[in-house]
């Protein structure tokens, strides 16, 4: 391929396996004029193995705002410009969506290079459904917002796909336990063709345990993939159920109403706190002034 001038490539690179790039993209990159990376000390090694000889600028999340005119006005120039972050393809819980705007705004040609993907090549072994998912990127790190926000995805039915922080990731899967229920199908996929890969499948509180009891696991890059919740039940079971769930709820919160609704339906805890949550919204919407 011939590279144009005044184009801006988003170009996908390895996310562990280094002869996972793409011809296309070694191309690109040893041709381009400048190549714009999250970490440029990170990317040297990759751009000498494609033979790169472009400038390298850095362009991250604290410089963005200012490295995007300049930028804007080399791609009007004629100046031929690769965007590359530190793994896998841009602007997938990356920097870079500043600059890809400001491209189109300004009339510019935005040419999408594709390649590796974390949560895809997680997702694609995880063994749920894949016809209907959302990417969640990463959870909030403080522990009473991550649950707020974990309650708000209990009854999402698609299943889900988040980043991770190795140092947080205990915390995150028990919270997902907590709020999910024991029993929800998830994937943990460490490392990603790297060396020591790991992709572990099991239930919330196995894999809870797991990662607790074995500090390997809390190391390294890491894609969680949820499966979603299970479909309600059927419209007079579910008018019984909320009769049931709403009397727990007159009592107890809402974690403990499920518990003791679980006990006395039978039915998956997933349903039934998809049940509440949504019962203690809509009382709680009702009641506000």
């Known amino acids: 391929m011939s590279i144009q001038t005044g184009i801006l490539y988003v170009v996908a690179t390895p996310i562990g396996n280094l002869s996972d790039i793409t011809e296309r993209a070694v191309r690109v990159l040893a041709t381009v004029d400048i190549v714009a990376a999250e970490d440029t000390r990170h990317s040297k090694p990759l751009l000498r193995r494609c033979g790169a000889r472009a400038r390298l600028i850095s362009l991250h999340d604290h410089n963005e705002r200012e490295r995007t005119p300049g930028l804007i006005g080399a791609l009007r120039e004629g100046a031929s410009v690769a965007l590359i972050s530190d793994a896998g393809t841009p602007l997938i819980s990356d920097p870079g969506f500043r600059l890809v705007a400001a491209a189109w705004d300004a009339g510019l040609r935005v040419c999408p290079i594709p390649g590796p993907s974390a949560f895809l090549t997680a997702l694609s072994v995880a063994g749920v459904p894949t016809d209907r998912f959302a990417f969640e990127g990463f959870p909030p790190p403080r522990t009473a917002a991550r649950r707020k926000w974990f309650d708000h995805l209990a009854r999402e039915e698609r299943t889900m796909v988040f980043y991770e922080s190795p140092r947080r990731l205990c915390e995150c899967i028990e919270d997902m336990r907590d709020t999910f229920g024991d029993g929800r199908t998830a994937v943990i996929a460490r490392e990603l063709t790297k060396t020591f890969e790991t992709v572990r499948r099991g239930r919330l ?64 805890r997933n349903s039934l706190y998809a049940i509440a949550v949504r019962m203690k919204t809509e009382d709680e919407n009702g009641s506000a002034p």
């Open 205 to 268: 509180d196995e894999l809870a345990h797991w990662v607790t009891a074995d500090a390997d696991q809390q190391r390294g890059e890491i894609v969680i993939v949820l499966a979603g919740a299970e479909v309600a039940p059927s419209e007079a079971l579910n008018i019984e159920v909320r009769e049931i769930v709403g009397v727990l709820l007159r009592h107890l919160p809402v974690r403990d109403a499920v518990r003791a609704a679980v006990e006395l339906t039978g039915l998956p």
